[in-house]
């Protein structure tokens, strides 16, 4: 038990479909974050949320949008993905952006 | 963030020191050095961290070199749970924009029964 809570933990969806991740922390930390983990290559960071403002947008297309409407919640709003989005999409959450983070244990995410 | 360097993979005899090592030459006066570990089907767990003194928690050792090059992470008596992928990552803590941890390959350590 982490801490971090990620839901679902397996998510298919079709090309079209819109569907949302939600991660939930229950450590009180100030900053959350999105990464994907695609097979065979490192993780990425996607998006960096401190004090429930984005600081951190790493090029990502505008299909992903995330959302964090508190210091305990984000979301990752998914629309019109395509198959080389599929991937282990982990959160992350850290008392301040500088200090170790601690992560859920993923949405694998499959586009048919 | 300082590049860092990993053997792909190590064995380890259940029971036994695992001692695994990260090269990072150019590690800045700033940067820690972060151990993460990735079991399979999970997502990474924070293992330790420090930036000139030997740090030891519940879970591990970190050695690191006087000049900062090289680190060594020490787990004590491995067990078959230990089996995962281990990450080094040079970090800087001040703040700013330089806080992202940055993972590369890391070492896959398979601890033998």
């Known amino acids: 038990e982490t801490g971090v809570t990620q839901t679902p933990r397996h998510l298919v969806m079709g090309m079209t479909n819109k569907k949302s991740l939600k991660c939930e922390q229950h450590?009180?930390?100030?900053?959350m974050y999105w990464y994907k983990q695609s097979a065979k290559k490192p993780l990425e960071l996607m998006f960096v949320y401190n004090f429930k403002e984005q600081t951190e947008n790493n090029s990502v297309p505008s299909r992903f949008s995330p959302e964090c409407p508190n210091s305990s919640h984000l979301f990752l709003h998914l629309h019109t993905l395509q198959p080389e989005d599929s991937a282990l999409y982990l959160c992350a959450s850290s008392q301040e952006n500088y200090q170790p983070q601690h992560f859920g244990d993923g949405t694998r995410l499959s586009i048919l | 963030d300082a590049k860092t360097t990993q053997p792909p993979s190590m064995d380890c005899a259940e029971g036994r020191a695992a001692n695994l090592p990260c090269n990072h030459s150019?590690?800045?006066?700033?940067?820690?050095v972060y151990w993460y570990r990735q079991i399979h089907s999970q997502g990474p767990q924070y293992i330790i961290h420090?930036?000139?003194n030997n740090e030891t928690n519940e879970m591990a050792s970190l050695i690191i070199t006087e000049d900062r090059k090289s680190s060594t992470l020490i787990l004590p008596h491995a067990t078959l749970r230990d089996t995962a992928v281990y990450y080094c990552?040079?970090?800087?803590?001040?703040?700013?924009?330089?806080?992202?941890?940055?993972f590369g390959k890391g070492t896959l350590l398979t601890v033998n029964p």
């Open positions: 150019t590690i800045s006066g700033n940067e820690y």
């Open positions: 990552i040079g970090r800087s803590n001040s703040g700013g924009s330089n806080y992202k941890l940055t």
């Open positions: 450590l009180g930390h100030n900053a």
């Open positions: 420090g930036l000139k």
